[in-house]
């Protein structure tokens, strides 16, 4: 029962914009944390979509460049043995990033993944905007991300916007999008948790 109740205390698992009120992780262990995915530089659009009425309930993005990391604004992903700071989620390895999934999909919310390929100085300075943006305020998410990617080479046409949908919408339209959704049957509980921290170990 032990490493359960450890697990649950581990990992938030609300999908949503929120207020995040968990203290930023040093310097040292951001640095320390550094993960560089092998594949080519990619900006991943992450979108939770309500699977009954099809509205979003909370935008993330994930940069992988020199380093990947997820850019979760309000967001409310949090665990101890993932440093976070600024709203930034360092360390994403192919298991944190699919705890991350695993921990916003439920029987009532999926996870739309937008990939698109940048090139390396392109994803440099996307990690560059979301690294000195800061915490973002509840209910912001998606005018943060938006915010963000008007700022990148080949994306300063995108429009502004409070709504996960209609960014994930306009992100649709950008040439060599591959787009992947994520389903789970659960009710995104404690159990729910104690999975994303499992998936974290892998």
Same mark, same amino acid.
Not at 3 to 28: R, W
Not at 38 to 58: A, K, Q
Not at 123 to 134: D, H, I, M, P
Not at 155 to 184: N, R
């Given at each position: ?53 099809? !509205? #979003?309930?909370?935008?993330? +993005?994930?940069?992988? *460049?020199?380093?990947?990391?997820? /850019?979760? $604004? ?16 360092y360390g994403v390895t192919p298991g944190w990033l699919q705890a991350y999934k695993s921990a916003h999909a439920r029987s009532t919310f999926h996870v739309v993944s937008q990939e698109i ?28 991300? !938006? #915010?963000?990617?008007?700022? +990148?080479?080949?994306? *300063?046409?995108?429009?502004?916007? /409070?709504? $996960? ?34 998936l974290a170990r892998q």
């Open positions: 029962m032990k490493p359960f109740l450890t697990a649950v205390a581990l990992v938030a698992v609300l999908a949503g914009c929120s207020v995040d009120q968990s203290p930023d992780s040093s310097p040292e262990a951001v640095a320390a944390a550094a993960y560089r995915a092998p594949e080519p530089p990619s900006l991943t659009l992450m979108t939770m979509v309500n699977n009954r009425t099809g !509205s #979003g309930g909370h935008t993330a +993005l994930m940069v992988s *460049g020199s380093q990947r990391v997820i /850019f979760d $604004p309000a967001g409310s992903f949090r665990d101890s043995r993932l440093p976070e700071r600024g709203d930034v989620l390929p940048v090139s390396a100085a392109v994803a440099e300075r996307a990690l560059q905007l979301v690294t000195s943006n800061g915490a973002v305020p509840g209910a912001f998410c998606a005018n943060a991300t !938006s #915010g963000i990617l008007q700022q +990148l080479p080949g994306f *300063g046409h995108m429009k502004s916007t /409070f709504y $996960p949908v209609k960014l994930q919408e306009q992100f649709q339209t950008l040439p060599g999008v591959t787009t992947a959704k994520y389903y789970e049957d659960d009710k995104g509980d404690v159990i729910d948790a104690l999975r994303a921290a499992q």
